[in-house]
Antibody, heavy 122, light 107 residues
Framework: EVQLVESGGGLVKPGGSLRLSCAAS????????MNWVRQPPGKGLEWVSS????????EYGESVRGRFTISRDNAKNSLYLQMDSLRAEDTAVYYC???????????????WGQGTLVAVSS | DIQLTQSPSSLSAFVGDRVTFTCRAS??????LNWYQQKPGKAPKLLIS???SLQSGVPSRFSGSGSGTDFTLTINSLQPEDFATYYC?????????FGQGTKVEIK
């Protein structure tokens, strides 16, 4: 069974740091790009960051660029998100999601993990 | 970034109704449009990719259409388990973006 399990969320003060992890199983992790997507309480989905299968191509959403760092360890089947200089508006459930694509090279996110909650508050 | 606008933001319907909602892109995205369903407290689930390709295991009452900038998701004969929030997502550019969602509620 393909599975993604996030961990590392919690309560942190503004300006603080947190590192999220996503453990993958049931598929060849090193063969897929991966993503982080977040969802503030009661609001919609926002893509945060992507990393290619080998880790050499990385992109960030504008709201986190320069503060967050995505990385992966293919030997450990794990994805990470280092979050620094956290702000109240970073409060959200953070999901990891596999980047899959079909025969027409149309990309989509499937599957998703269950999410981990990050709360930034003093 | 490509903006996606979903309408309506919410709707109420009866079990058995046919419902349709839309997603409009701020620029041409061909058929690089995906639809997700999200239930409260759960992760999003992929329903449709490439504007109209139903994912394995998704009931055939769901269908998607459109290309270019205008897309629709239709649910024929709404079932109790379909009450959820639906999001569109574009994958035309790698700065992936989502619509703000359409919440389908029970009337």
């Amino acid at each position: 069974e393909v599975q993604l399990v996030e961990s590392g969320g919690g309560l942190v003060k503004p300006g603080g740091s947190l590192r999220l992890s996503c453990a993958a199983s049931g598929f060849t992790f090193s063969g897929y790009s991966m993503n982080w997507v977040r969802q503030p309480p009661g609001k919609g989905l926002e893509w945060v960051s992507s990393i290619s299968s080998g880790g050499n191509y990385i992109e960030y959403g504008e709201s986190v660029r320069g503060r967050f760092t995505i990385s992966r360890d293919n030997a450990k089947n794990s994805l990470y998100l280092q979050m620094d200089s956290l702000r109240a508006e970073d409060t959200a459930v953070y999901y990891c999601a596999r980047d899959s694509f079909d025969d027409s090279s149309i990309h989509y996110f499937d599957p998703w993990g269950q999410g981990t909650l990050v709360a930034v508050s003093s | 970034d490509i903006q996606l606008t979903q309408s309506p933001s919410s709707l109420s319907a009866f079990v058995g109704d046919r419902v349709t909602f839309t997603c409009r892109a701020s620029q041409y995205i061909s058929t690089y449009l995906n639809w997700y369903q999200q239930k409260p407290g759960k992760a999003p689930k992929l329903l449709i990719s490439g504007a109209s390709s139903l994912q394995s295991g998704v009931p055939s009452r769901f269908s998607g259409s459109g290309s270019g900038t205008d897309f629709t998701l239709t649910i024929n004969s709404l079932q109790p388990e379909d009450f959820a929030t639906y999001y569109c997502q574009q994958s035309f550019t790698t700065s992936w973006t989502f619509g703000q969602g359409t919440k389908v509620e029970i009337k």
